[in-house]
């Protein structure tokens, strides 16, 4: 049971450049998430899918891509990498609806530096 | 807005010693879930205990608890016993039946001294 699967772990970009982080479940959850991490500032959602084809935005999705078209991978672009993009992502996913089981399943997170 | 205050950037603490982590939130719904996560150093984001706005009863998982004050919007996490393998950073977080965004805090570091 692999839960929450992040690719890749470390990524080092250039200013401009584009790039692709993978996000992959295998538990079966219609809703999937992507934070990015950083310090002082706790996690800040970016943007997230509450089933295939549906995806909305968070607190932060500028300079931010995301499609669903699987339930299973939920991948996040970035268009043309800035320095400010420098940050940890996590990719999460949960059940949808309003139960004590909406528990988010976390990946190990991505550090991307843009340089 | 719904936010999630946590007042404390960093904190130590001395092993076997109880430590309480403060948080508070602001939300105009009637019911919501309320989590504690811990983060390692190894990044991991691990579920520490969850609380049901509806539910009276404190949680309890083990050496750790939460005081929530639902009146004053507070859901402080107490560790009991302390052990060096709960250094971690601690996230409070929380999620209304409005939307689907789970809303976390900026955390509290805390450093547990053998």
């Known amino acids: 049971n692999a839960g929450v699967t992040q690719t890749p772990k470390f990524q080092v970009l250039k200013t401009g450049q584009s790039m692709t982080l993978q996000c992959a479940q295998d538990m079966n959850h219609e809703y999937m998430s992507w934070y990015r991490q950083d310090p002082g500032m706790g996690l800040r959602l970016i943007h997230y899918?509450?089933?295939?084809?549906?995806?909305d935005q968070g607190e932060v999705p500028n300079g931010y891509n995301v499609s669903r078209s699987t339930t299973e991978d939920f991948p996040l672009r970035l268009l043309s990498a800035a320095p400010s993009q420098t940050s940890v992502y996590f990719c999460a996913s949960r059940i949808t609806g309003f139960s004590g089981a909406n528990v988010l399943t976390f990946g190990a997170g991505s550090r991307l530096t843009v340089l | 807005a719904q936010t999630v205050t946590q007042s404390q950037p960093e904190m130590s603490v001395q092993e076997a010693e109880t430590v309480t982590l403060s948080c508070t939130y602001d939300t105009s719904e009637s019911n919501y879930y309320l989590f504690w996560y811990k983060q390692p150093p190894s990044r991991q984001m691990i579920l520490v205990i969850r609380?049901?706005?509806?539910?009276?009863q404190n949680a309890t998982e083990n050496r750790f608890s939460v005081n929530f004050q639902k009146a004053a919007k507070s859901f402080s996490l107490k560790i009991s016993d302390s052990q060096l393998g709960d250094t971690a950073m601690y996230f409070c977080?929380?999620?209304?039946?409005?939307?689907?965004?789970?809303?976390f805090g900026k955390g509290t570091r805390l450093h547990i001294l053998p």
């Open positions: 609380q049901e706005a509806y539910k009276q």
């Open positions: 899918s509450v089933g295939a084809g549906i995806t």
């Open positions: 977080a929380f999620l209304t039946n409005r939307d689907d965004k789970i809303i």
